[in-house]
């Protein structure tokens, strides 16, 4: 059994479509948010730069004495992970494996899209995960660098949004793609328009939920699981003011953020 919390962290608010599933699979575990608002956006910086403020975020949060981290954004999962995974003395996970995991399980998984920033696109991260454990699949990879600027700025259910999002998909529309991975964590927040836009019979995948499933086999195979039936306690950090944080926060995870504390890192 391990008491200490878990630590998440995102360069904004997308991280917490993350963090909305991980409470729901772990409910009594405690957890770290950290959202590094200062630095956003990740997507259009450069590997370097991305290595160089993931290690800044991990660093912070073992600090803060957490167990385990969840790299809950697609842009450090994508260019940094693999450099840092095994530098550090705690698990550390991203969001690409966990969900690639589930979609080999799936069938009728052939043609996949991917909506990213233009970091994690240009990475090439997701296909290479998907081809080793989905050799035959096709993926069609798209950079939105628009999309995580207008979910930042609560612009998740306007004209605009829409718009961009026409233009965004139109490539998978074209391909008839089957499935469409959410490769951002800021996505899942334009999860109803991008379905309004591709029609039903593709299957939108975000991120959390199977990061969710993973992350509590690895509590348990680590055997790191906190306390059963604790209260948990959720702490959150930004590294600079946000006003729409909070607005986004209390209708993704109502009642869950009583105060907002902020850290220079
Ligand atoms: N939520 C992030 C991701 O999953 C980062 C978006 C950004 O900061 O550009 O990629």
């Keep these: 059994m391990d008491d200490r919390p878990i630590g998440i962290f995102d360069s904004g608010i997308g991280g917490l479509t993350v963090f909305s599933e991980i409470i729901k699979a772990l409910p009594s ?60 003395n705690i698990p550390i996970i991203g969001i690409i494996k966990p969900t690639v995991m589930y979609l080999a399980k799936e069938k009728n998984i052939r043609k996949i899209g991917i909506m990213a920033t233009a970091g994690t696109i240009r990475s090439n991260s997701w296909e290479k995960e998907i081809k080793k454990l989905m050799p035959n699949a096709k993926v069609i990879n798209k950079a939105c660098p628009l999309l995580a600027p207008m979910v930042e700025e609560g612009w998740t259910d306007n004209e605009i949004a829409r718009l961009v999002i026409k233009e965004y998909v139109k490539v998978f529309k074209e391909e008839t793609v089957d499935s469409l991975i959410l490769g951002c964590t800021h996505y899942p927040l334009l999860k109803n328009l991008i379905q309004e836009e591709l029609g039903n019979k593709v299957k939108i995948i975000d991120t959390g939920k199977q990061v969710g499933k993973f992350l509590e086999e690895l509590l348990h195979k680590e055997k790191i699981n906190g306390k059963p039936k604790n209260i948990p306690n959720y702490k959150f950090y930004l590294t600079e003011i946000e006003e729409g944080f909070i607005k986004v926060a209390n209708n993704l995870i109502p009642n869950t953020i009583d105060n907002i504390n902020f850290s220079k890192k």
């Excluded at 981290?69 to 940094?80: E, H, M, W």
Aim: glycine share 4%.
């Design 29 to 88: 575990e405690n957890i770290i948010y950290l959202g590094d608002t200062k630095q956003f956006p990740y997507g259009n910086k450069s590997k370097k730069t991305i290595i160089d403020i993931t290690k800044e975020n991990i660093n912070f949060l073992i600090k803060k004495n957490v167990k385990l981290i969840v790299i809950a954004c697609g842009t450090a999962t994508s260019q940094a992970l693999e450099e840092v995974k095994d530098k550090y």
